[in-house]
């Protein structure tokens, strides 16, 4: 908005870092200006995606990308532009939004369209098949991919009643109560939906153990780039324990205390903040904070100094200082009066693997109490010893594709996933490389 507000204005802005707060450069064109500058003279093929086709020889505009996409890919558009003698891209400056079709419901219920339906066969689950090819749409949002039947024709929908209908980009077409998928990959216990109790349920946790929820953000501080901008650092730049009162009297901690925050694997350090604005009996502490840097090198408005020590397995990040005022180009970093900008608490997770999914499960358990004399604000300490136990206990709880594998793959292939590789990549090895762990 202010780029396009400062153009009618009649100033040349080269790029989004001079008009956006806090000189956030919008992020298609910082990939387009990257990828220009890594293939400066097209040699490594890459430098074509970005040249403009209007002007070449330069680099391709945000206005021109959009532009293209506008003119190109949205139904519909270019003609409703053109009865207010407007160009797509101004169409959408203007309104922001395009409804493309109203009233689309639930497309699981669409009857599949006749010129879809060339030479179908139906097998006995009621899933048909076309050798329609796929027609081409501008919606590119990633589906799974079902598997084709043994003649080559296409999944397109389910047959009821005689009719055949869009269903769902399930293997059987329908919303599956029972999961075969997860049945014949080993996991019969978890193929209905039932409750799995976690590592952090109740039942799991011993008597002085609570929940420490590492992953809620800030509002000022939503994402990692938003600690760029100097005015969100001013308002939002330390991440306190949270805790509630009723939970805090039991520990004997107020506000402001220093705690010492104990996970499997080691502990962090950090200052107490007692608020009704948590549930009791749990914790909380913000993940977008603590940044660090070893010596002078680095970002000097959100990153802390700090020495690292080690001794055999044992970790250790302290804090030397914190955050300063300095002089530089922007008066403002003269300005600042803050020093604490939070602690990495990241460093003293240890590796949760979920079993199906392998993403990582963030929840911790944890024990709080007041810290020991002598820790400081930042203090972080971590067994990699006990870290490695842990991740080989959660890796114990998979079930290895060499032994539990249908068909000699790494993964059910039709699983949703937006980059997918090609379907050879998916085969198990015929003769795996074993790798020895200790």
Known sequence: MMRAARERLGEEIKDTREVNPGEVWEENEFW?????????????????????????????????????????????????????????????????????RKKVGAIYEERV????????????????????????????????????????????????????????????????FYSHTLAE?????????????????????????????????????????????KWLDEISHTNPLWIHPSHAARLNIRTGDMVRVETEIGYFVVRAWVTEGIRPGIVACSHHMGRWKLKDEGQRQMMATVALNRQGNEWGLKRERGVAPYES??????????????????????????????????????????????????DIHVDTAKSHEVYRKWLAMTKPADRFSPDGTRRPYWLLRPLKPAREVYRLPETPDLVAVE
């Open 32 to 100: 387009m200006e990257l990828t220009w500058r890594i293939d400066p003279d097209g040699s490594l093929g890459i430098r074509k995606f970005v040249e403009s086709q209007k002007n070449p020889g330069k680099r391709l505009s945000v206005d021109e990308y959009y532009s293209y996409i506008f003119e190109n890919s949205v139904p519909g558009l270019k003609e409703k532009a053109a009865e207010e003698n407007l160009t797509p891209f101004d169409f959408m400056r203007r309104y922001g939004a395009f409804e493309i």
């Open 113 to 176: 369209p006749v010129e879809e339906l060339e030479d179908v066969r139906v097998d006995r689950f009621g899933r048909a098949y076309t050798k329609t090819t796929k027609p081409a749409s501008p919606n590119i949002v990633p589906i799974p991919t079902i598997d084709a039947d043994a003649e080559g024709r296409r999944f397109v929908g389910v047959k009821m009643d005689d009719e055949i209908f869009r269903g769902f980009p399930t293997p059987s077409g329908r919303l599956e």
């Open 185 to 229: 990959w080993g996991w019969n216990d978890w193929a209905i939906p039932t409750y799995i109790k976690s590592h952090v349920h109740p039942d799991n946790l011993d008597e002085d153990q609570t929940i420490l929820i590492s992953t809620f953000r800030l509002p000022t501080q939503i994402h990692t780039r938003s600690a760029n901008a």
């Open 329 to 378: 180009n922007d008066a403002d970093t003269a300005r600042i009066w803050w020093t604490d900008v939070g602690v990495h608490q990241n460093l003293t997770f240890p590796v949760h693997p979920d079993p199906i999914s392998g993403m990582h499960c963030w929840h911790q358990a944890v024990r709080v109490r007041l810290a020991d004399p002598g820790d400081e604000r930042g």
